[in-house]
Every structure is written in structure tokens, then in C-alpha cells.
């Protein structure tokens, strides 16, 4: 690696006035951040409703991220998620510097956009409902108690191995899912002459498709800086390991994959949906009747 290669890697400022640009940025990521814990776990707190809905969940995560990529995409990129900026950084999108002062504003906005729900929500629902913290679905009997050859008393349960989700089987799911969504973000967010149809609004809809999954398992993290924001308001770091290294390992799958299998093994792109790709195959279909003939 050069001299010049590896400043670009760590990409420092070169100048002052390349600082103003940059805190903007982070500034956008700390606000894009806000939006999805704000609407998304907003959701999942809903005062007037009597039970969870998964998939009113899943469309609050999905059309906040949308939001929130399309709001702060055109200045910082809207990656909104560790997970992503570290699939950005081994792509060779982002800058070692950028990516470190990312992921500390979008831990600043996610813990924000907590902070708020907790002030401006009935504190009943905050308690019953774990302000939208992330965790692993557990279910509790005195059974499990007998199983476990415990003394069951009046209000004591255990939690049933046989119907719970174990930390691995919730790192599994996490890093599986997260590897999937984030290999579409790389992929529709390449340069290239054509344009997508609204990059923000798949990545807003992948993000729903993750959440109904994903929720009766871990109730859906696929971003640290929205596991940790809950977190660190209610003062509750359980299996917080899960939803960071789980995401994370897949956002570096995620961006491995991408720079090997797009960047350097594929040679032609094939896309039947373009007119031109369109246009070759009807000409290489007339050719080989011609040859038949």
C-alpha cells in the first residue's frame, strides 16, 4: 500500500475547510439515526394500542429508514447503521475517519431519538414495553422450574430452553439477515448510468421484510446504533453482544462479498430488464435461426 492509498484509507482532513463539510455529515447521520428509533420504536410503544402489531412495526422501520435515506442520502450517503458504514469502509466508499465519526453520531442520534420517546411517553408503556429495546424472544412457566429442579413458589417462572431463542440462534439470525440486507444496499447504491427505481424506497421495503422475520425472534435490530439507543435510556445492556456482533459480522460479509464477487470476478453485467440487454438477445436469437436455417 502507497503512502497516498493509505491516506486516502484513513482519509484525513485536508484542510479546516474540509471540516465544516464533514460535521455536516455526521450531523445528518446523527439525525438519520433519530428518525428510525424515533418512528420505528415509537411504533412498538403505541399508548392507545392494546397489543403489538408485527407488521405495523415492520412498515415504521422500513418507511423511517426510507425516510431517513432520502432526507440525508445526497450529503452524507444515509448509511444510519454501523453495520452499513462498515460494509461502506471495506467497499472502499468510505474513509477510515468518516466511518469512526459515523458510527459515534449514529450512537448519539439512536440514544436521542430514545431519549425523547421516554420523555414523551406514558411511563406505563415505557416499563411494559421496554421502550422498543431489542431482545430474545423468552417464554416462562413454572414448568421450566420443575425441569430445572427448582422450588416453584406463588409468581415464580423460569424460562423454557425448548421455547426460547438462545443468544448463538439470535447471533445466527441477526447476522444472516443483516448479510442479505445489506448486500442489497451495496448493490443499488453502486454507480452506475442506470438508475435504480427509488434506491431509498427497496432499501426502506428490504428493511420491512427484515423486521417481520426477525422480530418474534429478536424483535429485528440489523443496526447496533437502534439496539443501542433503547439501551443505554432504560440502563438494560442485556445480550447487547448479540445485536452488535451479529449485524456486524454480516456487514462485513456483506461488503467482502461485494467488492469480490462485483468488483473483481464479474466481468459483464446481464440485466434483461434494460432495453439494450433486451435488444442483444433478440439479435443473438435471430442469429443462431439464421445458422439453423
Known sequence: MTKWDLQQFIG????????????????????????????????????????????????AFGLAVAVGVQINGPISGGYLNPAVTLAGLVAGRLSLIRSILFVIF????????????HMFTPHHYI????????????????EACLALNQTVSENVTCIDTDFSVTPFQGFVMEHLVTMVFILLVLHITEPDPESHWSPALMIGLTVSLCHLLLVPYTGCSVNPARSLGPAVVQGN??????????PLSGGLVAGINHVIVLKILSKTEYDVTKPESIKKNQIALEEADSLQM
Open 237 to 246: 445492556f442485556k445480550d447487547q453482544w448479540v445485536f452488535w456482533i451479529g
Open 12 to 59: 484525513v482532513p485536508k484542510g479546516l475547510a474540509e471540516l465544516p463539510r464533514l460535521f455536516i455529515e455526521c450531523v445528518c447521520e446523527a439525525f438519520g439515526t433519530f428518525i428510525i428509533v424515533f418512528f420505528g420504536c415509537g411504533s412498538v410503544l403505541s399508548p392507545a394500542l392494546s397489543e403489538n402489531d408485527v407488521v405495523q412495526i415492520s412498515l
Open 127 to 142: 416499563k411494559t414495553r421496554n421502550l422498543g429495546m431489542n431482545a430474545l424472544f423468552s417464554k416462562e412457566s413454572t
Open 106 to 117: 449514529q450512537i448519539i442520534g439512536g440514544i436521542a431519538g430514545a431519549l425523547t420517546l
